[in-house]
């Protein structure tokens, strides 16, 4: 009862019997007491409780926990005060960030006294029950997210409680056996983290309970793209089990969502998840394990703790997910009648059906109209009576006149009756407009969906001689609005990017988006390529302009794949897949312009492809070589050193040279592998050829950019000089001038420690890129290295020497050492000794060798005669 409520009543019983004294009395009680109470109990409601996730924000399974958690706790009591963190240890599982994360947190928290500690996921868990006494004044902790076998690691410790983390490989395996009961493998899909390898093992467990025989092939082993070329060899009585794939094998992180919609959309068999964020991406279902359920319970446990029960005394919970969620999209492309399926399920991306949302609406109409039809019936039979009456009762003018009243009053009422019966029936059609529009129709944009694309599109394409392009249109960095300005900025930009590209569209052009940033137009009556370039070039103008969105002007490119119909496709799928092809082959070109695909982009693509699926075994087969190239010092006419250049000799592919594979290994991230082990093979055959020979010869080898931004890069090379036993001081970095112009804060500072260890730093091919002479007075290089393009114009009459006779002078001026590549003629060689340079390479002296043949060179470099 409210304050003003009781004084209220204190005056209605001032009014009454009571004595005055008495009333006054019991007024300046109730007065004084009420709000002192009041105030003393709103102060203990203020317990602090801390929120710490495992992961980052962002990652749809923790953001569910989080929200399951607030929300358990904001029903108990809203006035808690909550603070929430984030070790981002899925990202970086670093002993450092651990070290960053502690201090952070002691600073933030040991001086405030946490009442309970809410974890998710097992990083959280550990740290917050290892740290608690140093930072969360020993509070209880509360857990979700940690499976049994996480929970082990845990035995020792006391006061916590929480929520296990349940997955059901055994249900969703009954599932699928009850779903086709040929099903003889089962394709387990996990990554090599803590949780994805007891996950995994959870699977397999399951897998051989559910039925001893069934074939289970773990994917641990193989990389995102391994996994996804193999799809189409995958036998139909076999099923894709996903549990947790996040880093790929070589430790990069994987978008999870993006690898489970690939996964479902190239598979021909259906694809199973034990978690919730796996769905809505093409994944069939499965019993799943759901992030918002775990949270809310432990929110609970959390409320339980601050009334006072201790923590060690509840007992650890343990759901159990008693329905099977799937998609019925995917149902229907697999053919699944829910028959098949369990009896309780929970189903998603069921289309609109009128007939079921509106089913009792419609009954009731009928019913409506059966009744209305049965009252004109009575009508009839009422009037044929009254006629009858009316024959034969003629004489009772009177009776009759008001019986003929009542009747009209009852036909009056019959019409109005029908009258709102027909307005229900327009007000019906309205809504099923609507309903028809919103199913197919964009909610942000207003355009056309990926749903009309597929039904109304696609239908026309079952007619052969339909002849058009599609264009499938992606904004260049649009996540870098999302990520600087956020979501409201980048859903405004789209709108009138949107509005813009409308203004394109006619009868037989239809603008659709796909989702995100990618638009697609659909234009039919287009003959030729040339017609299609013209449309193409239309779309990239429309974006010459800024777009000025809420005082912020931006300015946005686009890369369009094209693909002819029915030439490159006569089904939308095959189209969508050949544009989007062709749209990447744009992104790789520089972005902001257009590509038609063909058939050699196709082969383009299954050459990469082989490529990165060689990469594997590559080293283990030992098929990389590495070939030496000596470098002649001009002043003592004596070999300095060597340059390390790579070679791959494959089974099938043959000879591949640097140019073929390198720029996809630093695409895949596989170049961080090769060039560690190119510069230990390179540094340790130096090593033991100067010991061997007495001699101290240098290695030049040349670094990726992807090396070289690694944190650990420096740590790396330290390593492998000290494993080779080779002097810092023979070993030169090759770099090239782009390098070093797109990372040059970054580069810089990595490049100063290297020096400080004695390591020399070279710019590759310098002069045929930035050549900005502001890095070589900042960069502490040693070595400029002239490109054979300028060493080529020696000795050629249409062309002159001045850019070699400028790079070497600057570079003595500067106390740089200056290295001539593709020397190849005498007349090269003498014009090179006379201007000052100061070593040469190239093939005048030698190509590049192997290690055998290059210690035949060197022992008989002496008795060469060179001319």
């Not at 590759?764 to 007075?777: E, W």
Request: hydrophobic fraction near 40%; aromatic fraction near 10%.
């Amino acid at each position: 009862m409210s304050i003003i409520c009781v004084k209220k009543q204190i005056v209605l019983l001032m009014g009454g019997h009571m004595k005055k004294h008495l009333l006054f009395f019991v007024l300046l009680v109730v007065w004084f007491l009420i709000p002192f109470q009041k105030v003393q109990a709103s102060n203990s409601d203020y317990k602090h409780i801390l929120i710490l996730n495992s992961y980052h924000s962002g990652f749809q399974w923790t953001d569910n926990q989080t929200e399951g958690i607030l929300s358990a706790l904001s029903m108990d009591n809203p006035h808690y005060n909550i603070s929430i963190e984030h070790m981002d240890w899925k990202r970086y599982p670093t002993d450092k960030n651990l070290d960053n994360i502690y201090k952070s947190l002691q600073d933030k928290y040991a001086l405030q006294k946490i009442d309970v500690v809410v974890t998710t996921d097992d990083a959280a868990f550990y740290f917050a029950l290892e740290n608690r006494s140093t930072i969360f004044s020993d509070a209880p902790v509360v857990f979700c997210g940690v499976n049994s076998t996480g929970l082990l690691q845990a035995k020792d410790e006391s006061n916590y409680t929480g929520v296990l983390e349940e997955i059901y490989p055994e249900d969703t395996i009954r599932a699928a056996l009850k779903i086709n009961p040929s099903i003889n493998t089962i394709y387990l899909i996990y990554d090599n983290t803590e949780s994805g390898m007891s996950t995994g093992e959870l699977c397999i467990k399951a897998a051989n309970k559910v039925n001893s025989t069934l074939n289970v092939i773990s994917l641990n082993q193989e990389s995102s793209t391994d996994i996804i070329n193999q799809l189409p060899d995958i036998n139909q009585n076999s099923i894709i089990l996903i549990t947790t794939y996040f880093t790929d094998l070589d430790g990069s992180p994987i978008n999870h969502q993006a690898f489970c919609k690939k996964i479902s959309s190239e598979s021909y068999v259906p694809v199973y998840h034990l978690y919730d964020f796996g769905m809505n991406q093409g994944v069939f279902g499965g019993y799943l394990t759901t992030g918002r359920q775990q949270g809310m319970e432990a929110g609970e446990l959390a409320n339980r703790i601050i009334k006072g029960e201790k923590a060690d005394e509840i007992p650890i919970l343990s759901l159990k997910s008693s329905h099977f969620t799937y998609d019925y999209l995917v149902a229907q492309k697999f053919q699944i009648k829910k028959s098949q399926l369990p009896l309780q399920n929970i189903t998603m991306n069921k289309p609109f059906s009128f007939l079921e949302t509106y089913r009792n609406l419609v009954i009731t109409v009928l019913f409506i109209i059966i009744l209305l039809a049965s009252f004109s019936g009575v009508l009839l039979f009422y009037i044929r009576k009254i006629n009858k009456m009316k024959y034969k009762l003629a004489q009772n003018n009177e009776e009759l006149s008001q019986l003929y009243e009542e009747l009209s009053a009852t036909e009056e009422e019959l019409r109005a009756q029908v009258t709102d019966i027909s307005d229900a029936h327009e007000q019906l059609e309205e809504y099923s407009t609507k309903l028809h529009h919103l199913a197919y129709h964009d909610t942000l944009t207003g355009l056309y969906n990926r749903l009309y694309l597929y039904e109304e599109i696609g239908e026309k394409l079952e007619d052969n001689s339909y002849e058009g392009a599609m264009y499938f249109i992606d904004l260049d960095n649009f996540k870098f609005v999302n990520d600087a300005l956020g979501h409201s900025i980048g859903d405004e930009l789209l709108i009138a990017i949107s509005n813009r590209l409308l203004t394109l569209t006619s009868k037989n052009i239809a603008l659709i988006r796909l989702g995100g940033d990618e638009f697609v137009f659909f234009a039919s009556k287009i003959k030729s390529k040339e017609v299609a370039k013209d449309f193409a070039v239309k779309i990239i103008n429309i974006f010459s302009s800024n777009f000025d969105i809420n005082e912020n002007r931006l300015s946005v490119t686009v890369s369009i794949g094209i693909a002819m119909f029915p030439e490159n496709g006569a089904s939308i799928d095959k189209l969508l897949r050949n544009a989007d092809m062709a749209m990447y082959k744009v992104k790789n070109n520089g972005k902001n312009g257009y590509y038609f695909f063909n058939n050699q982009l196709k082969e383009e693509l299954m050459e990469r492809i082989n490529i990165e699926k060689n990469f594997k075994n590559a080293l283990e087969y030992k098929e990389f070589q590495i070939h030496y190239q000596p470098q002649i010092k001009i002043g003592t006419d004596n070999i300095d050193g060597f340059e390390a250049l790579i070679r791959w000799q494959n089974k099938e592919l043959g000879m591949l040279s640097p140019i073929k594979f390198i720029s996809v290994a630093e695409e895949t991230g596989f170049i961080t592998v090769l060039g560690e082990w190119i510069l230990k093979t390179a540094c340790n055959t130096v090593a033991k050829l100067n010991q061997k020979l007495n001699q101290s010869f240098n290695i030049s080898v040349n670094i990726s950019v992807i090396q070289l931004v690694q944190d650990d890069f420096v740590k790396v090379v330290k390593k492998v000089l000290k494993e080779t036993c080779l002097s810092p001081e023979l070993l030169e970095l090759e770099i090239t001038e782009s390098v070093i112009m797109e990372s040059q804060e970054l580069v810089t500072e990595k490049i100063k420690i290297l020096r400080k260890l004695g390591i020399k730093i070279a710019i590759d091919d310098f002069g045929t890129g930035y050549s900005s002479l502001s890095y070589l007075r900042n960069i502490p290089i040693t070595t400029l290295k002239i490109d054979k393009l300028f060493v080529d114009d020696i000795g050629n009459p249409l062309s002159n020497t001045d850019v070699t006779d400028t790079i070497i002078d600057l570079g003595h001026k500067m106390n740089l050492t200056i290295v001539a590549e593709g020397v190849e003629t005498k007349e090269q060689l003498t014009y090179l000794k006379q201007n000052g340079c100061d070593k040469i390479q190239g093939y005048f002296y030698s190509k590049p060798l192997p290690i055998q043949k290059l210690e035949e060179f060197i022992n008989n470099y002496q008795q060469l005669d060179f001319g």
